[in-house]
């Protein structure tokens, strides 16, 4: 995993009017959400059975994640490569592995260590900051308060 220095730390929005802009640019909200905390994911790269993602952690301020008008806060951004098992399984859902891949399947490794480190901090720092040029006016500083 890496850590990115960016000026989304601390940005707050609303969660339902971001989350629309998020999956506009291809984010989607990430499978580990809970009512008080959650991610915006993007792929940077795949190959085969490798993915390196964007996650953009962030915590619920007010209100519970699955309501539009909750008030979210982002946290600090990171880069994660995920490894996947590509191939037949045989379990529940065999029938889903018919064709060698699982989208419910566990990452053989959801935290590999990432190659050419500076490359995917440099490719996830400036994917963030034309992130926060797109919200422009629909994220605001972490002191401020939405209505």
Same mark, same amino acid.
């Given at each position: 995993?890496?850590?990115?220095?960016?000026?989304?730390?601390?940005?707050?929005?609303?969660?339902?009017? #971001?989350?629309?802009?998020?999956?506009?640019?291809?984010?989607?909200?990430?499978?580990?959400?809970?009512?008080?905390?959650?991610?915006?994911?993007?792929?940077?790269?795949? %190959?085969?059975?490798?993915?390196?993602?964007?996650?953009?952690?962030?915590?619920?301020?007010?209100?519970?994640? %699955?309501?539009?008008?909750?008030?979210?806060?982002?946290?600090?951004?990171?880069?994660?490569?995920?490894?996947?098992?590509?191939?037949?399984?045989? %379990?529940?859902?065999?029938?889903?592995?018919?064709?060698?891949?699982?989208?419910?399947?566990?990452?053989?490794?959801? %935290?590999?260590?990432?190659?050419?480190?500076?490359?995917?901090?440099?490719?996830?720092?400036?994917?963030?900051?034309?992130? #926060?040029?797109?919200?422009?006016?629909?994220?605001?500083?972490?002191?401020?308060?939405?209505?």
């Amino acid at each position: 995993m890496l850590k990115l220095q960016t000026d989304l730390e601390g940005k707050t929005a609303r969660f339902g009017d #971001i989350r629309d802009q998020m999956n506009e640019l291809g984010y989607d909200l990430g499978g580990n959400w809970g009512y008080d905390a959650g991610s915006f994911d993007s792929t940077l790269w795949c %190959d085969k059975n490798e993915k390196v993602y964007l996650r953009l952690p962030f915590t619920v301020l007010d209100g519970m994640l %699955d309501e539009y008008d909750a008030f979210i806060s982002f946290q600090t951004p990171f880069v994660i490569k995920h490894v996947v098992n590509i191939g037949l399984e045989k %379990d529940k859902h065999s029938l889903l592995t018919a064709s060698g891949f699982n989208q419910f399947q566990d990452p053989v490794d959801p %935290d590999a260590q990432i190659q050419e480190k500076n490359k995917w901090e440099t490719a996830g720092e400036k994917a963030v900051s034309r992130l #926060i040029q797109y919200l422009g006016n629909g994220t605001n500083a972490s002191g401020q308060t939405n209505p």
